[in-house]
């Protein structure tokens, strides 16, 4: 990035090229922006994804702020919205389940957001997790031929 300009959205703060383009910032679901540090990746001069630092959020909490928190929706309703048993969303909003690919569908019809938000948000905190302990599992690199 040739020139830095300090941005901030919701009340976070991070850094953004100052010829990249930032409108995917103002069109993004506000509970995206909730809670923890997010740094927004730019690539192409477009943010093609982002690496939450820290301990992120679950997934199921960023559904409940969309979901229950935001609009008010009991878990039955969203449930029934969502076409899933209220088991189903319940075990995602307590951290007991995380976002499957048909969840991340049915989250992106509901929210009018795209499916690979969904399945990115729940890939970082995979990620997060596993790197935790990363240092438990001993596996040695190929050998260059």
Same mark, same amino acid.
């Given at each position: ?15 953004? =090229? =100052? ?12 509970? #995206?922006?909730?809670? $923890?540090?997010? &740094?927004?990746?730019? &690539?192409?001069? $477009? ?19 969309? #979901? %229950?928190?935001?609009?008010?929706? =009991?878990?039955?309703? +969203? ?12 075990? #995602? ?5 995380? %976002? /499957?690919?048909?969840? !991340? #569908?049915?989250?992106?019809?509901? @929210? ?5 938000? *969904?399945?990115? %948000?729940? !890939?970082?905190?995979?990620? *997060?997790?596993? /790197?935790?302990? =990363?240092?438990?599992? $001993?596996?040695?690199? @190929?050998? +260059? +031929?």
């Amino acid at each position: 990035m040739d020139h830095e300009t300090p941005i901030s959205f919701s009340r976070r703060h991070g850094y953004i =090229s =100052s010829d990249a383009e930032i409108t995917i910032i103002d069109d993004a679901p506000p509970f #995206l922006t909730l809670k $923890k540090l997010i &740094i927004l990746t730019i &690539i192409n001069k $477009k943010v093609t994804y982002m690496t939450i630092m820290h301990e992120p959020l679950h997934p199921g909490e960023i559904v409940k702020d969309a #979901l %229950i928190d935001g609009p008010g929706l =009991s878990v039955t309703e +969203a449930a029934n919205k969502l076409g899933v048993s209220r088991t189903s969303l319940s075990r #995602l909003l307590n951290g007991h389940a995380g %976002i /499957s690919p048909e969840m !991340a #569908l049915r989250l992106s019809k509901l @929210l009018k957001t795209s499916i690979e938000m *969904w399945i990115n %948000i729940q !890939a970082q905190y995979d990620t *997060w997790k596993i /790197s935790r302990i =990363s240092h438990k599992i $001993k596996v040695k690199p @190929l050998k +260059a +031929a």
